[in-house]
T-cell receptor
Framework: KAGVTQTPRYLIKTRGQQVTLSCSPISGHRSVSWYQQTPGQGLQFLFEYFSETQRNKGNFPGRFSGRQFSNSRSEMNVSTLELGDSALYLC??????????FGQGTRLTVV | AQSVAQPEDQVNVAEGNPLTVKCTYSVSGNPYLFWYVQYPNRGLQFLLKYITGDNLVKGSYGFEAEFNKSQTSFHLKKPSALVSDSALYFCAVRERRAGKSTFGDGTTLTVKP
């Protein structure tokens, strides 16, 4: 089975722009979660999608949004980028009461 | 609300010595507990999990963890550390009915030759 695939791996954006990150889960996994990882804040939960519905949401501003498609692929969008949004964005998929499998992440740099 | 604490930012051990990375948690009801490892510029890799059953859980690369319900702890252990074990380790908890996992802040393990 292929693992969790995140694209792109690296991204450089300018303040005020928007960005879309993509995550393809492991085949058969219906749950996809997104996390933001920064040196100062650690691993922060953004949101979780299950069967195209947002099931859980972290404490992030509305500039952060996501969606999930019928094939379980998920996208995360950040609008009006700020310097503080620079981070490693991780996607994880799972099915049922199992461990989550993480992608390699997308390194977003906002300049 | 669920939470995880990893009280040590950094753990240093000599190669060949036993290692322990500590984790305590707070959650309603019976939890699912996990340990993950992260190497530089990589995603998190699953090491082991506690779902139910035996309190001592064995995982990948010789790691094990002991679930202690009374102390709400899930410490990661390895009898003999390797230099290649040097990495960032995360403990995570998930309530059984919740989809959201909460991660600790991570502990950097450094194993010196």
């Amino acid at each position: 089975k292929a693992g969790v695939t995140q694209t792109p791996r690296y991204l450089i954006k300018t303040r005020g722009q928007q960005v879309t990150l993509s995550c393809s889960p492991i085949s058969g996994h219906r749950s996809v979660s997104w996390y933001q990882q920064t040196p100062g804040q650690g691993l922060q939960f953004l949101f979780e999608y299950f069967s195209e519905t947002q099931r859980n949401k972290g404490n992030f501003p509305g500039r952060f949004s996501g969606r999930q498609f019928s094939n379980s692929r998920s996208e995360m969008n950040v609008s009006t980028l700020e310097l503080g949004d620079s981070a490693l964005y991780l996607c994880a998929s799972r099915e049922g009461a199992t461990e989550a499998f993480f992608g390699q992440g997308t390194r977003l740099t906002v300049v | 609300a669920q939470s995880v604490a990893q009280p040590e930012d950094q753990v240093n051990v000599a190669e060949g010595n036993p290692l322990t990375v500590k984790c305590t948690y707070s959650v309603s009801g019976n939890p699912y507990l996990f340990w993950y490892v992260q190497y530089p510029n990589r995603g998190l890799q699953f090491l082991l999990k506690y779902i139910t059953g035996d309190n001592l859980v064995k995982g990948s690369y010789g790691f094990e963890a002991e679930f202690n319900k009374s102390q709400t702890s899930f410490h990661l252990k390895k009898p003999s550390a390797l230099v290649s074990d040097s990495a960032l380790y995360f403990c995570a908890v998930r309530e059984r009915r919740a989809g959201k996992s909460t991660f600790g802040d991570g502990t950097t393990l450094t194993v010196k030759p």
